[in-house]
T-cell receptor, first 111, second 114 residues
Framework: QKEVEQNSGPLSVPEGAIASLNCTYSDRGSQSFFWYRQYSGKSPELIMFIYSNGDKEDGRFTAQLNKASQYVSLLIRDSQPSDSATYLCAVRNTGGFKTIFGAGTRLFVKA | KAGVTQTPRYLIKTRGQQVTLSCSPISGHRSVSWYQQTPGQGLQFLFEYFSETQRNKGNFPGRFSGRQFSNSRSEMNVSTLELGDSALYLC?????????????FGSGTQLSVL
């Protein structure tokens, strides 16, 4: 079982729709959860982070965390073609000094 | 404020050779992590350094090694290169590598092994 699992996609949504990206993790000791966006040929950049159960909103992005189910998700509202990228879920545990990444979900937003 | 700087940007080597990659973190950042990224495997954790000490290591063979200097700059070395080592090697820095810290990535070094 991989430590962080994501559906590789591609996920295709029309412009203006909501894109929903999901991630599960195996280590119950995980404390911090991140979403990174990576455009083709570029390095990952942080877009959201969440540490507590529930929802966290930042502009068009909402991160959701359910530690009991070991599940993290990212919602992108009013999706734009510029949101087309690979989205990486990342998990960090206490004292582990490492961040583990999922393989990423490719998102295509059609104009 | 300058970002994370990785050099060189591209490298072409042949099997059996060794290679050294360099990473300069954001000023004030003392934690440096290294990742290997391939299309099939995604981002794989190599190791993490803080104050010149390796605090964690991923599941890679001993051919992969690294070090960190007193100015927080880090290098990673791959000896006896294999074709499968062809990948994008990414370095990321953070303040102290604590639980809630976010990683800031460099542009990476694209290594091709022929």
């Amino acid at each position: 079982q991989k430590e962080v699992e994501q559906n590789s996609g591609p996920l295709s949504v029309p412009e203006g729709a909501i894109a929903s990206l999901n991630c599960t993790y195996s280590d119950r000791g995980s404390q911090s959860f991140f979403w990174y966006r990576q455009y083709s040929g570029k390095s990952p950049e942080l877009i959201m982070f969440i540490y507590s159960n529930g929802d966290k909103e930042d502009g068009r992005f909402t991160a959701q965390l359910n530690k009991a189910s070991q599940y993290v998700s990212l919602l992108i509202r009013d999706s734009q073609p510029s949101d087309s990228a690979t989205y990486l879920c990342a998990v960090r545990n206490t004292g582990g000094f490492k961040t583990i990444f999922g393989a990423g979900t490719r998102l295509f937003v059609k104009a | 404020k300058a970002g994370v700087t990785q050099t060189p940007r591209y490298l072409i080597k042949t099997r059996g050779q060794q290679v050294t990659l360099s990473c300069s973190p954001i000023s004030g950042h003392r934690s440096v992590s290294w990742y290997q990224q391939t299309p099939g495997q995604g981002l794989q954790f190599l190791f993490e350094y803080f104050s010149e000490t390796q605090r964690n290591k991923g599941n890679f063979p001993g051919r992969f090694s690294g070090r960190q200097f007193s100015n927080s700059r880090s290098e990673m070395n791959v000896s006896t290169l294999e074709l499968g080592d062809s990948a994008l090697y990414l370095c990321a820095s953070s303040l102290a590598g604590t639980t809630n810290e976010k990683l800031f990535f460099g542009s990476g070094t694209q290594l091709s092994v022929l």
